[in-house]
């Protein structure tokens, strides 16, 4: 999103100051000028007698080439709650937006005639704020972006002199509004706030759609999102206060809780607990068991890795683990022998667990599958996973309530046998190149195995048909510039050692497994998100960490997708 934004454009010079003089005196209430004044009477659809100045022998479909239509710049319609809702569509000129209050908003209806308010130029840096104005501030309320895209003058080649003219004919490419449009001053073009008061209308263009309402389209074209949902949990706050290129202020998602590790007594505690004992950890207290038994045999070289090791690694990386896991049913891989000898997956909560771990009833569940799932949310109930012997953590990819919808689109860079790392490497760069240029954000991280995945996070609304066949999409096209390294068979057997690029995980109930769970092999490695261009170091490896070594990586590194969790972000169509 961030490549949107500030592109380069002439010094707005003087242009802002009508923005700035609002800015420094509008802090005690929104003033005049954001404020849309509609005259009693003024009706959506043009009334009898209203001119639009439509020159005679105007086309509808002009000729190529007749208005020379060269991209002017970007365009942006802000749907805004203020003291009164209206959209702002902002057309990028000569280093500024010049701007429109739309009542009623932009439509594609070729008969209607909306009010729009010419309001004073707006910074670029405005060009894709979402979220809220502090109430009392110039424009006070919640904004979305509505819609964007690019915008070219039609008939005109300077469009600044075609606004001061009063008649703007134009073209948007977005991904709600599309067509030629125009925008014209009225004759009576002064309403009662000195405004101007102007009309848009869409010609009856191929893009027309006759009776088309963009309340009935109410979602954010950069997150998703609507704007209660914004209002709600806003992203970012738009400080009018302060110059343009400080204005904005990034929120953190307020909706993943934050989590503290345990203290140093803590796990001091666990160190010098025997064989087993009762850990207190977070007011909460866990019965552990055989905890020098071995769970990982050594690596060559290493020490064997036992549960009191896993223990202290989910009860140190929780803080880290846990926004992937809370609020979701969970899978366990447990090997409850060692990840030498057989593992088998469990999902029904033991009648053993402790009373304060939570549970989720499925209510969608037939008859002899899993009722209730058990629900990762506090560092105790992490430690209780460490000891039940559950070495691999696969948390369900949507979230409670609705299970029906996943929070991100799965993409699995699968090795075959004949697949080697170098292999998975190559693919996951394309998966990135791919992605760059769709602006989609995501991270990859490394499976602890052979694998590489790339999590994509995605708005709500989305079904798992829906990211699986968006996923799928852009792996065959992936596929398809490495035909020697991928095979679209089923069966593993049919396919010849190579990758798979694996959308299915996308449905309800499968699962990948958690970034930082432990992985069943010898020295415990650990699955890790890393930063695309991690790709590009030699050093590279799906299992180079393992849980005696995550803990300094984190420190030093952070978590690249730990930053997108709960990201409202719109998968783009292909
Ligand atoms: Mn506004």
Do not use: C
């Amino acid at each position: 999103m961030a490549s949107r934004r500030r592109k380069a454009g002439a010094d707005p010079g003087a242009k802002l100051d009508p923005y700035r003089a609002k800015r420094d005196f509008g802090v005690t209430a929104e003033p005049a000028g954001e404020q849309v004044h509609e005259p009693a009477g003024e009706q959506v659809h043009e009334p009898a007698g209203e001119q639009v100045h439509e020159p005679a022998g105007e086309q509808v479909h002009e000729p190529a080439g007749d208005g020379a239509s060269e991209p002017a710049g970007r365009f942006v319609v802000q749907r805004h709650r203020a003291t009164r809702l209206h959209y702002d569509l902002r057309l990028e000129v000569d280093g500024v937006l010049a701007s429109w209050a739309v009542p009623k908003g932009p439509t594609l209806d070729p008969k209607a005639r909306q009010l729009a308010v010419h309001v004073e130029d707006h910074p670029l840096e405005y060009y894709d704020f979402e979220g809220v104005i502090p109430r009392g501030e110039y424009g006070g309320g919640d904004v979305i972006v509505w819609d964007w895209g690019t915008w070219s003058p039609a008939k005109a080649s300077d469009p600044a002199k075609a606004i001061a003219a009063g008649e703007l004919h134009f073209d948007l490419t977005g991904e709600k509004l599309a067509g030629r449009f125009v925008l014209i001053r009225r004759d009576d073009a002064r309403g009662g706030g000195g405004k101007e008061q102007w009309l848009l209308l869409h010609k009856a263009d191929e893009h027309a759609r006759p009776g088309w309402d963009p309340e009935d389209h109410p979602r954010s074209v950069r997150s998703g999102r609507t704007n209660d949902e914004v209002a709600a949990a806003p992203a970012a706050l738009w400080r009018s206060d302060l110059p343009a290129d400080e204005a904005e202020q990034r929120l953190a998602p307020p909706t993943v809780p934050v989590w503290e590790p345990p203290t140093a007594d803590e796990l001091a505690a666990l160190d010098g607990l025997g064989a087993a004992g009762r850990w207190e950890v977070q007011g909460l207290e866990v019965k552990l068991t055989n905890l020098d038994k071995v769970l990982f045999p050594a690596l060559p070289g290493g020490a064997p890795v036992t549960k009191r090791d896993l223990v202290r690694h989910h009860a140190v990386l929780a803080p880290r683990m846990l926004p992937y896991l809370y609020d979701r049913p969970i899978n366990l891989n447990r090997f409850p022998n060692g990840a030498d000898k057989p593992g088998f997956w469990h999902k029904e909560v033991p009648s053993h667990a402790p009373s304060w771990l939570r549970r989720w009833h499925n209510e969608s569940a037939d008859e002899g599958d899993t009722q209730w799932y058990s629900v990762v949310d506090s560092v105790a109930s992490l430690v209780w996973m460490a000891n039940f012997g559950a070495l691999e953590l696969h948390p369900w990819t949507s979230r409670l309530p609705d299970v029906r919808q996943p929070t991100w689109a799965l993409i699995d860079v699968d090795p075959g046998e004949r697949s080697t790392f170098d292999d998975v490497v190559v693919l996951s760069r394309l998966y990135r190149t791919a992605l760059e240029h769709l602006q989609v954000e995501a991270a990859p991280k490394v499976t602890g195995k052979r694998g590489i995945q790339i999590w994509v996070p995605i708005r709500d609304g989305y079904t798992f048909d829906d990211t699986r066949a968006w996923v799928e999409s852009v792996s065959r096209a992936i596929g398809a510039t490495v035909p020697d390294l991928v095979s679209w068979e089923w069966q593993r057997d049919r396919r010849g050692g190579l990758a798979r690029l694996d959308y299915t995980q996308n449905a309800i109930n499968k699962t990948l497994v958690a970034p930082f769970s432990a992985r069943p092999a010898p020295g415990a490695p650990v699955s890790v998100p890393i930063r695309w261009e991690e790709l590009d170091d030699p050093d590279l490896r799906p299992d180079r960490w393992t849980i005696a070594t995550v803990a300094a990586r984190v420190d030093e590194a952070g978590d690249p997708l730990g930053e997108l969790v709960g990201r409202q972000q719109v998968l783009p169509p292909l």
